[in-house]
């Protein structure tokens, strides 16, 4: 199974500053007939089931802030909310969907400092 | 729209079997994968397994394989999770979830049923 490592396990940023998430897969999850990496985001509220905010890796889903972005290739990979909101409080998945079983990361739960 | 709408809250014993259900409207639902996802009470998200209701082709996590069984029937578009015994371990939210394609993301997600097991 691919392992996916997220990095931090918590995170306190202050409304308006930059959030930034680190995923790390245990193999390369580019997928060669597309050259995309097969990497999604999602996030989780309480009581929520999980939204996805970005696919391959950098392609936002209709109706996401923009302040969501997605980065990265290979094995290490990136979300970055460029100004946090209040309502982007919850916790963030990244999952690797190149293999079965499609593994996710432990999450990390962002709070508002 | 696309809809993902489970059946409800079950408590159920050890040693009982159960099978929960994930309705699909809003597309033609013989032509994406079906993905279940588990999540343990203050845990993350764990992949069971996928099947694609067009042909039943089912799919499990080595973790899941021969624990539960994924079923799908495209009569009424409807696919299943099932136990034979269940265990205090199964207790958890379970999530099916829609893929856009066999190597995609989950699109669109269920709102989960709640499964309690417990003597």
């Known amino acids: 199974d691919i392992v996916m490592t997220q990095s931090p396990d918590s995170l306190a940023v202050s409304l308006g500053e930059r959030a930034t998430i680190s995923c790390k897969s245990s193999?390369?999850?580019?997928?060669?007939?597309?050259?995309?990496?097969?990497l999604a985001w999602y996030q989780q509220k309480p009581g929520q089931p999980p939204k996805l905010l970005i696919s391959?890796?950098?392609t936002r889903e209709s109706g996401v802030p923009d302040r969501f972005s997605g980065s990265g290739s290979g094995t290490d990979f990136t979300l970055t909310i460029s100004s946090l909101q209040a309502e982007d409080v919850a916790l963030y998945y990244c999952?690797?969907?190149?293999?079965?079983?499609?593994?996710f990361g432990q999450g990390t739960k962002l709070e508002i400092k | 729209e696309v809809q993902l709408v489970q059946s409800g809250v079950e408590v159920k014993k050890p040693g009982e079997s159960l099978k929960i259900s994930c309705k699909a409207s809003?597309?033609?639902?013989?032509?994406?994968?079906i993905a279940w996802v588990r999540q343990m009470p203050g845990k993350g998200l764990v992949w069971m397994g996928i099947?694609?209701?067009?042909?039943?082709?089912?799919r499990y996590s080595p973790s899941f394989q021969g624990q539960v069984t994924i079923s799908a029937d495209k009569s009424i578009s409807t696919a299943y999770l099932q136990w034979s015994s269940l265990k205090a371990s199964d207790t958890a939210m379970y999530y099916c979830?829609?893929?856009?394609?066999?190597?995609?993301?989950?699109?669109?997600w269920g709102q989960g049923t709640l499964v309690t097991v417990s003597s």
């Open positions: 809003g597309y033609t639902f013989s032509s994406n994968w």
């Open positions: 999952q690797q969907y190149y293999s079965t079983p499609y593994t």
């Open positions: 099947i694609y209701p067009g042909d039943s082709d089912a």
């Open positions: 391959w890796a950098s």
């Open positions: 979830a829609r893929l856009e394609a066999l190597r995609s993301s989950f699109d669109y």
């Open positions: 193999q390369n999850v580019l997928y060669s007939s597309n050259n995309k990496n097969s």
